[in-house]
Nanobody, 115 residues
Framework: QVQLVESGGGLVQAGGSLRLSCAAS????????MDWYRQSQGKQRELVAS???????NYVDSVKGRFTVSRDNAKNTVYLQMNSLKPEDTAVYYC?????????WGQGTQVIVSS
């Protein structure tokens, strides 16, 4: 059974940092691109960052220069380092993988940034 399990969320003051982790089990992700999405209350889920199998990251404009996506294939895990957090970064963050026609999602981890 494929599982993506996010962790690392929490409450942080504006300007602070968090590192999210997404641990995959039941599937080897080293050859897959992986994504981080987020969803704020009342808003649609948005793509925040992606990482290719080769380790190249892409970001939505609102997080460029503040967030860094990375991966450790030995641990079958991807990370999202979030620095200089803003209240508008408050959301549930989800890890995502598409393999063929199948989408896999984690359960999400809550990030709350206080002003």
């Amino acid at each position: 059974q494929v599982q993506l399990v996010e962790s690392g969320g929490g409450l942080v003051q504006a300007g602070g940092s968090l590192r999210l982790s997404c641990a995959a089990s039941g599937i080897i992700i080293r050859f897959d691109a992986m994504d981080w999405y987020r969803q704020s209350q009342g808003k649609q889920r948005e793509l925040v960052a992606s990482i290719t199998s080769g380790g190249s990251g892409n970001y939505v404009d609102s997080v460029k220069g503040r967030f860094t996506v990375s991966r450790d294939n030995a641990k079958n895990t991807v990370y999202l380092q979030m620095n200089s957090l803003k209240p508008e970064d408050t959301a549930v963050y989800y890890c995502h993988l598409r393999r063929g026609r199948t989408d896999y999602w984690g359960q999400g981890t809550q990030v709350i940034v206080s002003s």
